[in-house]
């Protein structure tokens, strides 16, 4: 280890990063395909988008709060801004 310090570096990295690696990659698998999400019926979800010029756009939260008073049949709504 003496003799040459970044073989035994990269021999202590590369699998701290392939264990990394491996454990984000299930974090990922098991959170988004194998547990189903926490509502009560997901069958019952719905997406609202918004179009501008016949693009893609985002809603206001004048839009939302008139979404909101407009279909009292919708339990609750949730933002995404991405």
Not at 15 to 23: D, G, H, L, Q, Y
Not at 40 to 64: A, C, F, N, T, W
Request: cysteine-free.
């Amino acid at each position: 280890m003496r003799r040459q310090p970044m073989f035994a570096a990269a021999v202590v990295v590369t699998p701290t990063v392939a264990i990394a690696a491996n454990a984000a990659i299930f974090s990922f698998v098991i959170a988004l395909l194998i547990r189903p999400f926490q509502f009560r019926d997901p069958d019952q979800l719905v997406q609202i988008r918004s179009e501008r010029g016949g693009k893609p756009g985002m809603l206001s939260m004048r839009e939302v709060m008139k979404f909101e008073k407009l279909a009292p049949e919708l339990e609750s709504l949730a933002i995404n801004a991405s």
